[in-house]
């Protein structure tokens, strides 16, 4: 299920927004300005982003600056009808931008126009994108801001599991499951814990895995 970030601070706008979103299945999280915004990104992974360009405390340019560095999509919302802000957008990476008003069936048909795209092109290039981290499984490589991040093969593993589990709370039980060691022997409990740790400690904020107290681990 994809994750959208709405940045609006018109809350009539905005709920008009949220309710056909989540309507569509989508889930969302809203922000009224760029202090929010980054709050919201540092504890979500976004697939898609919308934003208003002008917001009380700035501009959206300064939003779609944070997810400079992640696979993040943006479509921009303005008043504005101007050509230079409009090629600023998209010289920015913008993958679309939207005048006000506009019908909300136009914006969900651009919504699933843009995440259709990113599913395609990552199964093409055969990359996952987790928040700020992209995996290569055609090289078996995890990069964080274009800088290669060294796995184990025990690590690797457990991040695909992650991976093809987005949003899920995967009991631990369910993961010693489908993990076995170098030599093809099944992890146990403790060794799970070890290697959770050391997957949080290389890829920082990257990856936020959520530890589901007696339960086990979620990744958004």
């Known amino acids: 299920m994809s994750r959208i970030l709405l940045v609006e601070d018109d809350t009539m706008i905005a709920s008009g927004i949220l309710y056909a979103l989540e309507t569509e299945g989508y889930e969302t999280n809203h922000a009224t300005g760029i202090k929010d915004a980054g709050s919201l990104i540092e504890h ?78 990552g199964e093409k290039d055969n990359i996952i994108y987790m928040g700020h981290a992209a995996i290569h499984t055609d090289e078996a490589k995890v990069y964080v801001n274009d800088k290669n991040i060294e796995l184990t093969a025990l690590e690797y593993r457990l991040l695909l599991i992650f991976a093809s589990n987005k949003g899920i709370l995967l009991t631990r039980q369910q993961i010693l499951d489908k993990i076995w060691d170098a030599d093809g022997n099944f992890v146990e409990d403790n060794t799970l814990t070890v290697y959770v740790k050391r997957l949080r400690e290389k890829l920082g904020e990257a990856i936020h895995i959520e530890t589901v107290r007696g339960m086990g681990y979620r990744v958004d």
Do not use: C, H, W
């Open 44 to 121: 979500y992974n976004f697939d898609l982003a919308i934003i208003d360009m002008q917001l009380p405390d700035g501009t959206g340019f300064d939003v779609s600056e944070i997810f400079k560095n992640n696979a993040t999509s943006v479509i921009f919302l303005t008043v504005v009808d101007d050509e230079n802000t409009i090629v600023r957008a998209f010289d920015e990476g913008a993958q679309d931008y939207i005048v006000k008003p506009f019908r909300i069936r136009e914006l969900l048909a651009r919504v699933r126009r843009i995440l259709s795209v990113n599913i395609k092109n």
